[in-house]
């Protein structure tokens, strides 16, 4: 119904000379998106309290709402050409009124819970970058033909917009920190078994990849009125740091139902562990939270264990935030199990003393584009320590990449033998006992398998030696910092 459509906002986008990446095409297409579902969703407001004879108070005032200027209409229902603004009236209104009006929310908002607040988060963060008032006419024209109405119109948008955030995180640069593949995510999902009247968390929110599924799967039971306002309301938790993937967030969950979303801008480190309380946890976490990159001193001392890793300093944050008896899946690079600092040490520890860690899931290369190390996922309970580790070898049989990507298939052995911690040539246990205690090695080795040697992909190969030398000049500029 709305592909056609997709493709040539696209297409409009790639000839705008302000738009040059695929996070460009992604981060307009947000904006103009979000002001015309929050016009419809107004009007659809507004009928639903006329019918019972109420007044309805609009969050937007009428000369900023979407059918006033960027879809205004003439009495037979056409475009009034006469009143939409185009060329550089229409790039000065937008980025000389219409945006700083939007970002004024932010103060005038009651509470940062509100819709208000949101509005005026997201156009604090973003920026128009269409230079040509005439190629955002036609950006305007196209996302108008656009509905928000039916659950089906939504759902497509979400599928259209999700193949959007996908094609965003395969260009690489930054876009691949956003986006987490989605038959990864199911297959946490399905393992960590999360009900409604649970609390769901990522505090590394990027694209909404975790909360946006986990509505998918909780939503396929019939449900209640209660469990349905539960569901949309009271479920989903989340922090971000990047603008530009708070917006996309922000967008990402209201095409798939979740109409106000409960994601805060903030940085997720700057909260000093000493500070969280019980009513700060939650029952389940499922996140991938950034790996390689590297925080300040400052930083570091929100965290009982010192460290300049920002994955590392993440978990930490997810072990405190997750109530007792909580349950986590957790992506995180496989260095993770076997590094001899002190730091990976000790966290190794804190993980294996606190959390019953009864999985790991160990990715094959290639699970992340543009990433050149591998990862694995924790999955952990809180309140017991671990007594043995089931580990899982993920082998697809091929060379993942753009074109042969992850899918539902190849994890599907995954959660069938976790749901008993069975045995095969591609699992098996480690019983603590078994695991040293002055190193707490946890590395993947696979004692079924055999001792031929696979050959890899040179441009694998390359990508992980370019991934390991950008971590060991984050390691010596954190000594030098300490010398």
Known sequence: MFEQTFKNIDDVLWKEAGCSSELDYTEQTSWLLFLKYLDDLERERAMEAELVGRSYEYVIDEPHRWSSWAAPRAADGQLDKDRALTGDDL?????????PYLEGFRRRAPSAETLEYKIGEIFGEIRNKF??????????????TLRFGTQKEKHELSQLYEGKIQRMGNAGRNGGEYYTPRPLIRAMIRVVKPVIGERVYDGAVGSAGFPCETYDYLRKDDLTTNQLDTLKNRTFYGKEKKSLAYV?????????????????????LAINLADIEEKDRYEVILANPPFGGKERPEIQQNFPIKTGETAFL????????????????????NT???????????????????????????????????AGVKTVVLFFEKGAPTRKIWYYQLTPGRNLGKTNALNDDDLEEFVTLQASFAPSERSWTVKMEDVDRMSFDLSVRNPNA?????LRDPREILSEIAALDAESVMILSGIRELV
């Not at 790039?91 to 945006?99: E, H, M, S, T």
């Not at 230079?131 to 996302?143: I, K, Q, T």
């Not at 993440?314 to 690079?333: D, E, M, N, P, T």
């Open 91 to 99: 790039i000065a209104y937008v980025n000389n009124d219409l945006f």
């Open 336 to 370: 993770f199990l076997s590094n001899s600092d002190n730091a990976s040490r000790a966290l190794r520890e804190e993980l294996l003393t606190s959390c019953n860690l009864h999985t790991i899931l160990d990715c094959p290369s290639g699970t992340f584009q543009g």
């Open 450 to 454: 055999s001792e031929k040697v696979l």
């Open 131 to 144: 230079r040509s008032g005439y190629s955002l006419r036609d950006a305007l024209d196209l996302v108008d």
């Open 248 to 268: 996309i967030a922000i967008m990402n969950m209201i095409l798939h139902g979740i109409d106000t979303p409960n994601i805060q801008h903030v940085n997720t």
């Open 314 to 333: 993440f978990l930490q944050h997810f072990i405190k935030s997750l109530k007792a008896g909580g349950r986590a899946a957790i992506v995180i690079k």
